[in-house]
């Protein structure tokens, strides 16, 4: 028997952790069948935005690195697509995978749609319903060109089936980037003590913050209204440990708000950090503000508390048995919930059905079904 090539894509820093469990479960119970082929387009490329996962993930180096890069949408999008052209044509796989939203996933499934491969997409029908994110468009339209949709929660089966994609496509699986924190929250909590000292922190005494969506940082008035938002947090949070996307820090910097955050005393700017040291800062937070989706994710599992300083989100069960609460830019709102998860007053919780680690064994089922 010949076996079927499968390509895996990743592109950017949160498609690692969702990509790692799905390749590892080919690797290892299925290599009979399956040769997987892993391919990142380099979209992110920054040692600490790309390199560091690798490791952290225990995953292979890629087979083929595209070197895309940063620019514009179009641009970015254009360099993927023709890179994969080429890649597909040389490789003639039999099912390509994608993950999640970034431009990669957008771009690699246009090309697969487009030379009839077999697309298979992780984290399918999430929907903010906010058309000027730029990955709603790329949720859409990888979904609707996948013949299989691996959906992490109640919400993304409805969405497929409102927008009309047949059942025969939809496969409830879970969560492969809870797969990927169940897997490493051992070596993280390890992690800890060193972090703790290096950042003089101590558990459930420090808030965690990520930024990096177009509509809070490269909007000055919104990221001036945060930067006044972590001074006055100084009232209560005796750390905040901000690890700085390099979009964040440019647009802090255009903006002259680079000094008026270095001068906040208990805020601690750091530049991005791997995936362990994250997961170990996140795990024993007492509260964790972003603007980030999967961190959503991540801080349910984990029970930690999380504030949402967006107006919309594509995974509402992290909201509905969650942890996760959703303010926007409401800052009286933000000041008050983050005050009560210092004080450890918080919504009761539970852990959405299917994320139990097992999220890349069941896409594997899909796979073997679908393929041989
Ligand atoms: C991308 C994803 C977003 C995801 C985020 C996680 C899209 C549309 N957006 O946004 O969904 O949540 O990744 O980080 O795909 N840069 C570097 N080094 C890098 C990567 C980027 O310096 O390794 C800088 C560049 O100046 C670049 C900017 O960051 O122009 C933005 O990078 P880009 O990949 O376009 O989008 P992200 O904001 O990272």
Known sequence: M????????????????????????????????????????????DANMSDIFFSDLDMPQPDRFLGVGSGSHAEQTAR????????????????????????????????????????????SGL??????????????????FSDLCFVTEPSGLKNLRAEGIPESRIFFVGNTMIDSVMANTGKAKLVFPALAKQFDIEARKYALVTLHRPSNVDDKENLTLLTGLFEQMQTFA????????PRTRKKL????LIERVRNIPSLEMIDPIGYLYFLALQSMAAVVLTDSGGIQEETTLLGVPCI??????????????????????????????????????????SIPDLWDGKAGERILAVLKNFLT
């Open 127 to 144: 929907r903010s319903f906010d058309r000027s994110m730029p990955e709603e468009i790329n949720r859409i339209v990888a979904d609707e």
């Open 308 to 349: 949402t300083l967006r107006n919309n989100t594509e995974r509402p069960v992290t909201i509905e048995q969650g942890t996760n609460e959703m303010t926007g830019l409401d800052m009286p709102a933000i000041l008050a919930l983050s005050k009560q998860a210092f004080e450890g007053k918080w919504k009761k919780a």
């Open 80 to 123: 993927v697509m023709i890179e994969m052209e080429k890649l597909f044509a040389q490789e003639q796989p039999d099912l390509v995978i994608v993950a999640g939203d970034v431009n990669s996933t957008l771009a690699t499934a246009i090309v697969a749609a487009k030379a009839g491969i077999p697309l298979g997409h992780i984290e």
């Open 253 to 256: 910097e255009d903006y002259r």
């Open 2 to 45: 010949t076996k079927k090539k499968i390509i895996l894509v990743v592109g950017a820093r949160p498609n690692f952790m969702k990509v790692a469990p799905v390749l590892k479960s080919i690797r290892e119970h299925a290599s009979d069948w399956f040769e997987a082929m892993l391919v990142h387009t380099g979209q992110h490329y």
């Open 238 to 245: 005796p750390k905040i440990i901000f690890p700085v996307h």
